[in-house]
């Protein structure tokens, strides 16, 4: 089955500093990739997605490229803020059978300061 | 209600009671899945409904674990005999399409946090 490596955290950094949350992952065949992130209190929600090779997500200033060759999936961010404090976990999707599910990371938590 | 519902918030069972998980998903929303989450790591596959049916269960560590969802909408996972390192937060999510995470996004429940005890 697919498995992903994630960037392990806390990662600290002072606001509109550039983010970077390295994740790599091994799979069979061409999985779709995401981002979701989960909020102090909240429940996990999509961040973005990418579904084939090449493409980018973006959402709320954030990016990730989905790099077959290096099988990777590398969320960025320009300038962050203090709001953006969560844990952020990647997802490749996993064909099985009948069932499509996610192959989570165990997540980078990210504080920003002001 | 506008999200996916989990209830109990939080449960604390001694070892070897059993304990029962409700996730009430978004109205219409074709697959359902549980996640186990425990401290530090990631969420964890344990199993995928589609409508009524239970497509996956390969992610079930034990046969003390069952899950069920009889009409299709809310579902119930159940922990027999508690153990120990059963506790972790449980996850719940759900997915208008039935090809879930490609073409729907995964809606997740907040959370049940089981302690056992």
């Known amino acids: 089955g697919n498995s992903v490596t994630q960037m392990e955290g806390p990662v600290t950094l002072s606001e509109e500093a550039f983010l970077t949350i390295n994740c790599t992952y091994t799979?069979?065949?061409?999985?779709?990739l995401f981002w979701y992130v989960q909020y102090p209190g909240e429940g996990l929600q999509l961040l973005l997605k990418?579904?084939?090779?090449?493409d980018k997500g973006s959402n709320k200033g954030f990016e990730a490229t989905y790099r077959k060759e290096t099988t990777s999936f590398h969320l960025e961010k320009g300038s962050v803020q203090v709001s953006d404090s969560a844990v952020y976990f990647c997802a490749p999707s996993n064909y099985g059978g009948a069932t499509n599910k996610l192959i989570f990371g165990t997540g980078t938590l990210l504080a920003v300061q002001p | 209600g506008a999200g996916v519902s989990q209830s109990p918030r939080y449960k604390v069972a001694k070892r070897g009671q059993d304990v029962a998980l409700r996730c009430d998903p978004i109205?219409?929303?074709?697959?359902l899945f549980w996640y186990q989450q425990a401290l530090g790591q990631g969420p964890e596959f344990l199993t995928y409904?589609?409508?009524?049916?239970?497509?996956?269960k390969s992610g079930l560590p034990s046969d003390r674990f069952f899950a069920e969802r009889p009409e299709g909408s809310v579902s119930t996972l159940k922990i027999q005999r508690t153990q120990q390192e059963d506790s972790a937060v449980y996850l719940c999510?759900?997915?208008?399409?039935?090809?879930?995470?490609?073409?729907?996004?995964?809606?997740f429940g907040n959370g049940t946090r089981l302690t056992v005890t």
């Open positions: 990418a579904t084939k090779a090449d």
């Open positions: 409904f589609q409508n009524e049916a239970q497509l996956d």
């Open positions: 799979a069979t065949g061409y999985p779709s």
């Open positions: 109205s219409g929303h074709v697959s």
């Open positions: 999510a759900s997915s208008l399409d039935r090809r879930a995470t490609d073409y729907s996004p995964l809606h």
